[in-house]
């Protein structure tokens, strides 16, 4: 088998879970459990909280769930217990593949390389379109999980020749612990981290994710408020915070925004959004809009017409956004990347493959204008 191949996989309720390795990965680094857990496996003592009258009080997310004895976060795998908070996603990813970094989706952080991408269940969002709900939606205490230590994930991530790091497919904030100090190792050892999340999480605890973390892509699920809480049951105003703390710590960033038919594709709100990430300083910073496909609980809805990605295209640009993609659409060229100022074709895309890249230093052959990201 080669590089890519998978070499083991296993099912979590109705999902795969699997590691991509050259081999024997099995035994050297990550073994399967058999069942599912049962003896406080992958917990520990959790950071960012405070003992109240009513209980623990969980301090990462602006969700500050308090729980007494036995309880669990809404997010799935935090729990009080003696008195003290606990992660129960220590140590114990459900899912552990190689992708393209293409796939996060970031297209202006080292193309073509590889990324070492994990996840544990859980997740601080119900969102209705969840296509990852089976791992989202869930406890640890549930999924069959692998054991994997940081120190092994980053060791395995060298071996495997990955650039990076992706912390995906769940919703890393939930796994804060587990993510901060595979971050922390993998930086020290020059492996880039990206954290693909929806930017939910209180200010204290991001600014510690900031000092190791190298790019996110955070899902910006709508600019309506009252739409955002009935799809999510979260609130906008933190996510948008995240951005402006990302952009200025330095953070590489690029934003999803997903159109779901009679949920996120009013023009007007998506203007409005538009014209904020413009006025707040977020030009150079890729946008990509994203065709919906129905899921979890919004199976009835169709896909999001082709019509409605151009539309929103073309009002980011005219927004003066620089570089907005349609995503989840393959052969339309959605994904390419063009020069803004010349608009010469840089990057040629098809799928998550690259077929021609002319940026050389960062910057357009042609007319030698910076091209914002990480290259």
């Not at 809404?74 to 992660?87: E, M, P, Q, S």
């Not at 409605?308 to 956004?321: C, D, P, Y």
Request: net charge neutral.
């Amino acid at each position: 088998m080669n590089k890519r191949e998978f070499l083991k996989c296993l099912t979590i309720t109705g999902a795969s879970a699997c590691i991509a390795s050259t081999g024997a990965i099995g035994n050297e680094l990550i073994s399967a459990m058999d069942d599912l857990n049962t003896d406080n496996q992958g917990e520990r003592e959790a950071s960012h909280y405070v003992v109240t009258p009513r209980g623990v009080k969980c301090l990462i997310c602006p969700n500050e769930c308090t729980l007494k004895e036995g309880e669990l976060s809404d997010c799935h795998n935090r729990i009080a217990r003696d008195g003290k908070l606990f992660t129960m996603a220590y140590g114990n990813p459900c899912a552990v593949h190689i992708d393209p970094v293409e796939k996060k989706p970031l297209l202006h952080f080292y193309p073509a390389s590889l990324s070492f991408s994990l996840a544990t269940a859980g997740c601080n969002f119900a969102c209705l379109n969840c296509q990852n709900w089976e791992i989202s939606q869930t406890s640890p205490t549930k999924t069959r999980n692998y054991q994997a230590t940081p120190v092994q994930l980053v060791d395995q991530a060298i071996r495997e020749n990955c650039k990076s790091i992706a912390y995906t497919y769940s919703e890393p904030i939930t796994f804060f612990e587990y993510m901060l100090d595979t971050a922390t190792l993998a930086k020290s050892r020059g492996i880039k981290n990206i954290m693909v999340s929806n930017g939910y999480i209180n200010p204290e605890p991001l600014l510690e994710l900031c000092k190791v973390i190298d790019a996110a892509n955070i899902d910006l699920k709508t600019f309506d408020e009252e739409v955002h809480l009935k799809l999510t049951a979260g609130n906008l105003k933190p996510v948008l915070e995240t951005l402006k703390t990302f952009r200025k710590e330095g953070v590489w960033l690029e934003i999803t925004n997903l159109i779901v038919p009679s949920w996120t594709d009013n023009f007007d709100v998506i203007a409005r959004m538009c014209d904020w990430l413009a006025q707040e300083g977020f030009n150079d910073y890729p946008l990509h809009f994203s065709r919906f496909h129905p899921q979890h609980k919004l199976t009835r809805l169709p896909v999001t017409p082709l019509q409605s990605l151009t539309r929103a295209k073309e009002i980011a640009l005219k927004a003066g956004l620089h570089y907005v993609y349609v995503g989840n659409v393959p052969g339309i060229g959605g994904e390419d990347t063009y020069c803004h100022s010349c608009k010469v074709l840089l990057v040629k895309r098809n799928g998550f493959e690259i077929e021609q890249n002319l940026i050389v230093n960062g910057r357009c052959p042609k007319c030698q204008t910076p091209v914002p990201g990480r290259w």
